[in-house]
């Protein structure tokens, strides 16, 4: 059975902009899941460099094929198209987002054993803000995920506050520069949980996450859905004739709907366009190690 929230997973969300819910995929859906996953995966040994499909850590090799993305998959594979319009996923938004819910874009994020990346501290809506705030991003965990791991951090109710420049040296470069904010990164709540969960953070919520130190890998599938009268300010990422076609949830809307919210555009764009990963290549201002920090570090 679909799982609806409680009352007090909603208030928590409102306060804080994010939760985590358990056992929204389990059993023979979480195995296929992976199953279809590995399949991508597997064909990344086919390529030599970033493609329509797959971001590449900067080691990847086709011998030793090193996947840090797998780019808007529902795009690419019939599985993962379905999946975006799956009512274990969705149901649980509705009183978060209403009835009426459109599927924005997303991603599967993997941080491989012992090096995968980290993603700097940024707010999603830097990257694409909407005539109105009710947007979030679902993130289902395909392996157990802790703190040693790369979990994804989000940093409660900054959602209710300022957007961040996201831009170094005049272009957009999706992180923030931690030292020009007053946050305090040391109360940043790692989004743990058992392979199967969902994390939902909202779009402005300030998150990142850390290299994966551990031995086990984190695969996180991040789906970014938006209330339907959401329109996208930065775009079109997809054709507005299309539209219509990623209302996953009840029906389009007869007007859109205009609330006010701090909105900077991520222009003029990122050198290096493409994934955050790429994006973030400019930023020159890192908060979280990196795997070429640490060999640096071991001389
Ligand atoms: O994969 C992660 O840990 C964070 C990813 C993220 O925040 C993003 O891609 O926007």
């Not at 199953?35 to 970033?50: D, L, Q």
């Not at 990847?60 to 529902?74: A, D, E, L, Q």
């Not at 501290?121 to 392996?143: C, E, K, M, R, S």
Request: with cysteine; glycine share 8%; aromatic share 8%.
């Amino acid at each position: 059975m679909p799982i609806t929230l409680t009352d007090a997973q909603i208030k928590s969300y409102n306060e804080n902009g994010y939760l985590v819910v358990e056992n929204v995929l389990s059993g023979e859906k979480l195995a296929e899941l992976r199953r279809e996953t590995e399949a991508v995966i597997a064909g990344a040994s086919a390529v030599t460099a970033n493609d329509d499909v797959y971001d590449l850590e900067d080691s990847h090799t086709p011998s030793n094929p090193r996947v840090r993305r797998i780019k808007n998959p529902f795009e690419h594979f019939r599985y993962f198209e379905g999946l975006a319009r799956d009512p274990d996923i969705l149901t649980p938004l509705v009183s978060l987002l209403g009835p009426d819910i459109r599927f924005y874009g997303g991603k599967m994020n993997m941080k491989s054993a012992g090096y995968g990346a980290p993603v700097e501290w940024h707010q999603d809506w830097a990257f694409y803000p909407h005539t109105n705030d009710d947007v979030l991003a679902t993130g289902i965990l395909l392996d157990d995920c802790d703190e040693s791991n790369g979990p994804l951090m989000v940093m409660p109710g900054t959602h209710k506050g300022p957007t961040y420049d996201h831009h170094h040296e005049g272009h957009f470069c999706g992180a923030m520069n931690p030292a020009m904010t007053s946050l305090d990164y040391s109360k940043a709540v790692p989004l743990t949980g058992k392979a199967g969960s969902m994390t939902i953070h909202h779009v402005r919520l300030v998150h990142g996450s850390a290299m994966n130190t551990s031995n086990r890998q984190r695969r996180l599938l991040l789906w970014e859905y938006a209330a339907a009268d959401a329109w996208p300010l930065v775009g079109p990422k997809t054709p507005a004739a299309e539209y219509d076609s990623r209302i996953v949830l009840g029906r389009p809307p007869a007007q859109i709907r205009v609330r006010e919210a701090p909105v900077r555009m991520p222009y003029p764009p990122a050198p290096h366009q493409g994934s955050i990963y790429e994006n973030q290549k400019d930023t020159g201002r890192r908060f979280f190690d990196t795997f070429e920090d640490r060999q640096r570090e071991a001389g």
